[in-house]
């Protein structure tokens, strides 16, 4: 057993290790690790793979999937667009966005929420003519808070939940984490949205901002349909509407003629085409919330709302196929159902109709369409599609009937009457047959290496526990804090979790961190509740560095922020959550 347990320990020394370094996957180094605990008999055979039927791994993946259907149906947009506004004091800003953002990490996964919102953000800190980097750390960091509040906000919570049930019988409920998670939250935003945005450091330029988050802005052409006119509706009357997605309405096409000037006060009709001007994702929006369609929307069913569509970007190199000729002429929309929607030519305006205007190198196309069409349609025009610059189209009108799915399937999972994976499966399956996700979305939603590095890590955790690793560690903890108050083991196990997962991805520190909080309650005889939930609260906080948690990671960039700025509002963050959090704890779970 000696040799084992230090076998075991020194494989999961060299993890970590390797884990923090960071050259090599982290998915990667938990199988090879996985691997070599089997070589070296510290897994049994049939239990090596015994992590990939685990139920957090499979709830964990059903959750990603319900967060992209959710996103498709355009309900996190719809809620966002309601609270965002850029003409609010910054503090007031901060406050409000961090409240939605900790309120839709506790429905919906807590890195889809900031995918969601940060576009949104960076879109208000434009127009405010400030820095991204002075709200997208809060932003982040809010987030984080937020996924503490339920069982399916964040990882750590499922593991968590799965792990009591495995020693005790009984998960944790959909809103067990609720009292903790909401104190944590409530402290954490206020924080932020006060004092911590000030802590961040001002070398952030505009300039810097705006670089990162360019995009070229295309002229674009949408198609009017009956549903989509009001009485005596003119184009002026849609300039609040334009204004407010950052749209330039430029004209009107009727009859397959250019209407002269801005035709501002020419009434619309259906089957007439306006003529736009923006960045892809301006232009999705305002063709969503306006009701219209793209041209050649007549001869795809189901027209904007039609499931699994895609804009994408992509540049004409010299010698293109299309160079020289219009996608009429090339039959681009018969060919390979996919509408060219605008194109992009160095911020130059043009008369000619999109599908008529004569391609050159150098211009950026915007193409629509389902993507497997759309990269067959790339490669035959002999273009590149641009990394990263892809916009979903989103489902407006499913909005209310997504989220109907959803609340339901939280009532099933919090009445006991489905356990939470078969519910999150129902609506999953839901999601698919209208059209929200398709059968590839089903798949590229889910985070594959975080389900692999998941997977691997469990029979590692459960052979530290076995052979006396976790037991070991929490004799030590106990031992030193030997003679003080009972708390005082508590924040112990806090700070050394908090720790771990500043550096760690924090599935692999709820893993570890888990079976020493049974350990440590075993040995003082107290409640192993207060423990467990000491270490759901404690692995979600990742807030000294950008790599402990992705949220904090996917802000690097756009928030021009470097490694060395986290601490100064993640520190004074953390000691505020063992503030708020250990007596809280104390008070909903007792030792």
Same mark, same amino acid.
């Given at each position: 057993?000696?040799?084992?347990?230090?076998?075991?320990?020194?494989?999961?020394?060299?993890?970590?290790?390797?884990?923090?370094?960071?050259?090599?996957?982290?998915?990667?180094?938990?199988?090879?690790?996985?691997?070599?605990?089997?070589?070296?008999?510290?897994?049994?055979?049939?239990?090596?793979?015994?992590?990939?039927?685990?139920?957090?791994?499979?709830?964990?993946?059903?959750?990603?999937?319900?967060?992209?259907?959710?996103?498709?149906?355009?309900?996190?947009?719809?809620?966002?667009?309601?609270?965002?506004?850029?003409?609010? #004091? $910054?503090?007031?800003?901060? =406050?409000?966005? &961090?409240?939605? *953002? @900790? %309120?839709?990490?506790?429905?919906?996964?807590?890195? +889809?929420?900031?995918?969601?919102?940060? #576009? $949104?953000?960076?879109?208000? =800190?434009?127009? &405010?003519?400030? *820095? @991204? %980097?002075?709200?997208?750390?809060?932003?982040?960091? +809010?987030?984080?808070?937020?996924?503490?509040?339920?069982?399916?906000?964040?990882?750590?919570?499922?593991?968590?939940?799965?792990?009591?049930?495995?020693?005790?019988?009984?998960?944790?409920?959909?809103?067990?984490?609720?009292?903790?998670?909401?104190?944590?939250?409530?402290?954490?935003?206020?924080?932020?949205?006060?004092?911590?945005?000030?802590?961040?450091?001002?070398?952030?330029?505009?300039?810097?901002?705006?670089?990162?988050?360019?995009?070229?802005?295309?002229?674009?052409?949408?198609?009017?349909?009956?549903?989509?006119?009001?009485?005596?509706?003119?184009?002026?009357?849609?300039?609040?509407?334009?204004?407010?997605?950052?749209?330039?309405?430029?004209?009107?096409?009727?009859?397959?003629?250019?209407?002269?000037?801005?035709?501002?006060?020419?009434?619309?009709?259906?089957?007439?085409?306006?003529?736009?001007?923006?960045?892809?994702?301006?232009?999705?929006?305002?063709?969503?919330?306006?009701?219209?369609?793209?041209?050649?929307?007549?001869?795809?069913?189901?027209?904007?709302?039609?499931?699994?569509?895609?804009?994408?970007?992509?540049?004409?190199?010299?010698?293109?196929?299309?160079?020289?000729?219009?996608?009429?002429?090339?039959?681009?929309?018969?060919?390979?159902?996919?509408?060219?929607?605008?194109?992009?030519?160095?911020?130059?305006?043009?008369?000619?109709?999109?599908?008529?205007?004569?391609?050159?190198?150098?211009?950026?196309?915007?193409?629509?369409?389902?993507?497997?069409?759309?990269?067959?349609?790339?490669?035959?025009?002999?273009?590149?599609?641009?990394?990263?610059?892809?916009?979903?189209?989103?489902?407006?009108?499913?909005?209310?009937?997504?989220?109907?799915?959803?609340?339901?399937?939280?009532?099933?999972?919090?009445?006991?009457?489905?356990?939470?994976?078969?519910?999150?499966?129902?609506?999953?399956?839901?999601?698919?047959?209208?059209?929200?996700?398709?059968?590839?979305?089903?798949?590229?939603?889910?985070?594959?290496?975080?389900?692999?590095?998941?997977?691997?890590?469990?029979?590692?955790?459960?052979?530290?526990?076995?052979?006396?690793?976790?037991?070991?560690?929490?004799?030590?903890?106990?031992?030193?804090?030997?003679?003080?108050?009972?708390?005082?083991?508590?924040?112990?196990?806090?700070?050394?979790?908090?720790?771990?997962?500043?550096?760690?991805?924090?599935?692999?520190?709820?893993?570890?961190?888990?079976?020493?909080?049974?350990?440590?309650?075993?040995?003082?005889?107290?409640?192993?509740?207060?423990?467990?939930?000491?270490?759901?609260?404690?692995?979600?906080?990742?807030?000294?560095?950008?790599?402990?948690?992705?949220?904090?990671?996917?802000?690097?960039?756009?928030?021009?922020?470097?490694?060395?700025?986290?601490?100064?509002?993640?520190?004074?963050?953390?000691?505020?959550?063992?503030?708020?959090?250990?007596?809280?704890?104390?008070?909903?779970?007792?030792?």
């Amino acid at each position: 057993m000696q040799t084992e347990l230090t076998q075991i320990f020194g494989l999961l020394v060299v993890v970590f290790t390797l884990l923090v370094w960071g050259r090599i996957r982290y998915d990667l180094v938990a199988f090879g690790a996985l691997i070599l605990a089997a070589v070296l008999g510290l897994v049994p055979t049939e239990d090596i793979f015994s992590g990939f039927g685990h139920s957090a791994v499979a709830i964990i993946a059903l959750v990603l999937i319900v967060s992209r259907g959710l996103s498709s149906s355009g309900a996190v947009e719809l809620i966002a667009s309601k609270f965002i506004d850029s003409n609010r #004091p $910054l503090p007031l800003h901060i =406050a409000v966005v &961090a409240a939605l *953002a @900790a %309120g839709l990490s506790a429905i919906i996964n807590n890195v +889809a929420a900031l995918a969601l919102l940060m #576009p $949104l953000d960076i879109e208000a =800190a434009r127009k &405010a003519k400030r *820095a @991204a %980097g002075q709200t997208l750390m809060p932003l982040s960091f +809010a987030t984080i808070l937020g996924g503490m509040i339920t069982l399916i906000g964040t990882p750590p919570n499922i593991v968590i939940s799965e792990y009591r049930q495995s020693v005790l019988g009984e998960p944790f409920g959909m809103f067990d984490f609720a009292p903790v998670g909401l104190a944590v939250a409530i402290a954490g935003i206020a924080f932020v949205s006060l004092v911590g945005w000030r802590l961040l450091p001002s070398r952030t330029s505009m300039l810097d901002t705006e670089k990162q988050v360019a995009q070229g802005r295309y002229v674009a052409e949408l198609r009017i349909g009956e549903q989509t006119l009001s009485e005596d509706m003119a184009v002026e009357d849609l300039y609040a509407k334009a204004n407010d997605a950052d749209i330039h309405i430029l004209g009107l096409i009727r009859n397959g003629k250019r209407v002269r000037g801005l035709a501002r006060r020419q009434a619309l009709r259906a089957g007439d085409f306006l003529v736009v001007e923006g960045e892809p994702k301006a232009i999705e929006t305002f063709m969503g919330q306006a009701g219209f369609d793209f041209a050649g929307s007549e001869k795809h069913e189901g027209g904007v709302v039609a499931p699994g569509l895609t804009l994408a970007e992509a540049i004409v190199p010299d010698g293109a196929r299309i160079q020289g000729r219009t996608s009429r002429s090339v039959n681009l929309l018969q060919r390979h159902s996919v509408t060219l929607l605008g194109v992009a030519r160095e911020g130059t305006n043009f008369l000619d109709r999109v599908r008529l205007l004569p391609i050159r190198a150098g211009d950026v196309l915007l193409l629509l369409g389902t993507p497997d069409r759309v990269e067959e349609a790339t490669e035959w025009l002999g273009v590149l599609p641009l990394e990263g610059r892809k916009t979903q189209v989103v489902q407006r009108s499913k909005a209310g009937l997504s989220i109907g799915i959803f609340m339901l399937a939280v009532a099933l999972a919090v009445f006991g009457l489905v356990p939470l994976s078969v519910a999150l499966g129902c609506a999953v399956i839901a999601y698919v047959a209208l059209g929200l996700v398709s059968g590839h979305e089903v798949y590229a939603s889910v985070e594959w290496k975080v389900i692999v590095l998941l997977a691997s890590l469990i029979p590692l955790a459960e052979a530290f526990e076995h052979f006396g690793g976790a037991k070991l560690i929490a004799n030590q903890i106990v031992s030193l804090t030997d003679g003080y108050p009972a708390w005082v083991s508590l924040v112990a196990l806090m700070i050394v979790t908090m720790t771990l997962s500043d550096f760690l991805n924090n599935v692999a520190t709820t893993l570890i961190a888990a079976p020493i909080s049974m350990s440590i309650a075993a040995a003082t005889g107290t409640n192993p509740d207060t423990y467990l939930m000491t270490v759901a609260v404690a692995a979600s906080c990742a807030f000294l560095t950008p790599i402990g948690h992705k949220n904090n990671t996917l802000i690097l960039g756009p928030g021009g922020y470097r490694f060395g700025d986290f601490w100064r509002m993640g520190l004074p963050l953390e000691i505020i959550v063992i503030c708020v959090a250990v007596p809280a704890i104390l008070l909903v779970w007792p030792l």
